[in-house]
């Protein structure tokens, strides 16, 4: 199905179904472990267990790989080395070899798998591999490669992308001119994804034929990378993942537990299941760059800015790309006179990548506090400060609206809903006891972005319906999205729905990734059962122009017929993707937000504490209020991490992440959590698919670490720039106990 016209009047414009707050059909199983995850599969004969070896240094040589005590070792069936494993390519999707050769590009880069009967015995065999090292000087300090880095141009791959450098008007000469000023600098340090459910893969060969059970967001993209690093055709290949624990972009692409799986399976002639160490997971697998930016706005006394610009530094692996970080500066604001530019710096750290939302997450980490201190140079409320700079066009192409943006009115709603009159904007000055209290705001921004997907349709003879795509369930609520838009075009109740997801035999969908996958595979599940809803009419002797499904029967003129009456001399299958036109170039497809928190400093230690949180989103149709709701709460959870505790902390010397654990990597806990509440603004984008839905997980995320920054300095007028806003950053400043 071709997408080119907007959506106009569809069936799925009934919401008997789509829109309705459901419970997650997948929910039992997961709450009775009963989902199977990637480590979990059963039913395989002689499994053995596969343990990685990671390199010890940052960047150097291989000088020689002992193995000999280790395949001594009990219970050990082989061992594959580098060398090996013979010429193993590098897939599309990765910036560093996922196992290693004599060179070592990073810490914990994999160069050995062992194999034994036992997860015990690999483990300790593994510790007896001895490898011998020519350590060479690596790249690890940012700042220091930042000073010669280049301008850089780049794309996350899934929504976010900016040109080395874009101007639009004279920026320096209105930055000069203008009134009142702001230069100012932040930074945002490295991330990890620290998802709950470890990389994890089973392989098992039949013949050339070869089968992984992984957690994986993109099908399509791994089967196809997976082939391509070992050397064998796609349709020899088939890739598992029905159920993820968590990914955040960590599991977009293809990583070494898979490679490292399939190398040790075919080595043992046996199945091989590994997962990956959780100290290996920062090192190993990639991580969100951290960025150094700086913001320049120009504005007259009025509040109009005149001058906007945002450079980002960030670093990556050669041949890697920039965390993105201006992106949304192009098109947040107006403003006549505009720069955004991007440099970056080669490092040896491990590879840079898309973690959730990226290139907005941190980049409004940067621009929100940059307007707020702008609004109060100004001398302006920060809400109205944002509302005189709104535009409903591409800044710099006037002529190409937005399909849809209430950024203003998730302020203004929102504002009424926190009880925004009640703060103070002396900073400082409202206090609980030994608490400093303060409130911010951010604005969220998030792109919208289409990609095919395709997804097969059938009806059985029992009038169930079944749906199979490669799409994938992150923990985001796939299952229940896709049922319910098979259920309303269909006319059937929801559990009269099987759904089949995540596997490389059924056809290929946009996967889960960078807030496009609920809006594009359900696009591609309608796609799919308008042919089913055409198959079955026709079978009917209907006009399937006019043809209404509902109750589980088909109406037509004066025939009123049951659906299963369609399928009663055999299943009817139908299969369809769909593909977009130009609508999302002649209008800009984007989903706007507002975030507000409340924050209490302790005036004696500095300890923050965030109080209360509101999101206003406006994000087109929203399928499922309740997985949307549940989506955006911990997106906001994970930006109330970035705000205050989160950071990988790099070892200079050697080249690593030192806090590789969930001991010292810290992460938001429950008592970290305060109340929460998310308010939708009601949005249907018909010039976005045509479910005339959009998506909001990462929405969620975006402006939340600002909003958070901006309540801390209105709690204790000092101002902090660097993430994460941990106390040493404010103490010495606090004002006064007494």
Not at 106 to 114: R, S
Request: aromatic content about 6%; hydrophobic content about 40%.
């Amino acid at each position: 199905m071709k997408f080119d016209t907007p959506a106009g009047s569809n069936p799925i414009d009934r919401m008997s179904v789509v829109g309705r707050a459901h419970s997650r059909i997948d929910g039992p199983l997961k709450t009775s472990g009963r989902a199977p995850y990637a480590y979990e599969h059963q039913g395989f004969e002689r499994m053995a267990y596969g343990y990685p070896v990671g390199a010890a240094i940052g960047r150097g040589q291989i000088a020689s790989i002992d193995t000999a005590e280790a395949r001594r070792a009990p219970g050990v069936i082989t061992i594959v080395t580098s060398p090996d494993a013979g010429k193993l390519d590098k897939g599309k999707f990765n910036t560093a070899k996922l196992f290693g050769g004599s060179e070592v590009h990073h810490y914990h880069q994999a160069i050995a798998v062992v194999v034994a009967e036992s997860f015990e015995q690999a483990r300790a065999a593994a510790a007896l591999v001895r490898v011998k090292y020519s350590r060479a000087k690596g790249r690890f300090d940012l700042d220091e490669e930042l000073k010669h880095a280049p301008l850089t141009g780049g794309s996350s791959g899934e929504g976010s992308a900016a040109p080395p450098v874009k101007r639009v008007g004279k920026f320096e000469e209105a930055f000069a001119a203008a009134p009142v000023q702001l230069d100012a600098t932040y930074s945002t340090p490295d991330h990890s994804h620290a998802m709950m459910e470890p990389h994890a893969t089973i392989a098992e060969w039949n013949g050339d034929r070869l089968t992984v059970w992984t957690s994986n967001q993109m099908i399509d993209w791994g089967r196809g990378d997976l082939a391509k690093t070992l050397g064998i055709p796609k349709d020899k290949v088939r890739l598992v993942s029905p159920y993820v624990g968590g990914g955040f972009g960590g599991k977009l692409f293809l990583r070494a537990d898979v490679v490292l799986a399939a190398l040790g399976a075919k080595a043992a002639k046996r199945p091989v299941k590994l997962a990956l160490p959780r100290p290996m997971m920062a090192n190993n697998t990639t991580h969100r760059p951290a960025t150094r930016q700086r913001i320049r706005l120009g504005a007259n006394h009025d509040g109009t800015l005149v001058a906007i610009g945002h450079e980002s530094g960030s670093g990556d692996q050669p041949g890697g790309g920039p965390e993105t970080a201006v992106n949304q500066t192009e098109l947040l604001y107006a403003g006549a006179n505009r720069m955004v530019a991007m440099r970056l710096a080669v490092l040896d750290l491990p590879e840079g990548n898309a973690m959730r939302a990226p290139g907005e997450a941190p980049g409004l980490m940067a621009l929100e506090i940059a307007m707020d201190e702008m609004a109060e140079k100004l001398g302006m409320n920060p809400i109205d400060f944002r509302a005189r700079n709104d535009t409903q066009v591409d800044p710099a192409k006037p002529e190409r609206r937005f399909s849809e943006r209430q950024l203003v009115r998730c302020l203004r709603e929102g504002a009424g809903r926190f009880g925004w009159n009640r703060r103070n904007p002396r900073p400082s000055h409202v206090r609980d006891g030994r608490w400093l209290v303060g409130m911010g705001v951010a604005a969220a921004f998030r792109n919208h972005i289409n990609m095919a997907s395709g997804a097969r349709v059938r009806l059985g003879r029992d009038g169930r319906v079944t749906v199979e795509t490669d799409m994938t369930d992150i923990g985001t609520g796939s299952y229940t999205i896709i049922a319910q838009t098979a259920a309303e075009m269909m006319g059937v109740p929801i559990d009269a729905v099987a759904v089949r997801l995540g596997d490389s035999d059924f056809p290929v969908s946009a996967g889960s990734g960078g807030q496009f996958g609920a809006a594009n595979a359900t696009a591609g599940v309608y796609a799919a059962c308008v042919k089913l809803r055409e198959a079955v009419a026709g079978r009917l002797g209907l006009d399937p122009a006019t043809a209404v499904f509902a109750g589980g029967k088909v109406r037509g003129g004066s025939h009123s017929l049951d659906l299963r009456q369609a399928a009663a001399q055999g299943d009817l299958v139908a299969e369809d993707k769909i593909d977009f036109g130009e609508l999302g170039k002649t209008h800009q497809l984007s989903t706007f937000g507002a975030h507000f928190v409340e924050v209490g400093v302790d005036s004696f230690t500095g300890v923050t504490r965030v109080r209360r949180m509101l999101a206003v989103c406006a994000a087109g149709r929203i399928l499922n209020p309740v997985s949307a709701r549940s989506q955006v709460i911990g997106a906001m959870t994970m930006g109330l991490g970035a705000a205050l505790m989160e950071e990988l902390a790099v070892d200079p010397r050697f080249g690593f992440f030192v806090n590789h654990d969930l001991a010292g990597y810290e992460v938001p806990v429950h008592a970290d959590v305060p109340h929460q509440d998310v308010l939708f603004l009601e949005e249907a984008d018909d010039l976005a698919n045509p479910m005339k839905a959009k998506g909001v997980g990462e929405l969620g995320l975006c402006g939340v670490g600002a909003a958070i920054a901006n309540a801390v300095y209105n709690a204790t007028g000092v101002r902090v720039r660097d993430y994460p806003i941990t106390l040493e950053k404010h103490l010495g400043r606090l004002p006064p106990v007494a």
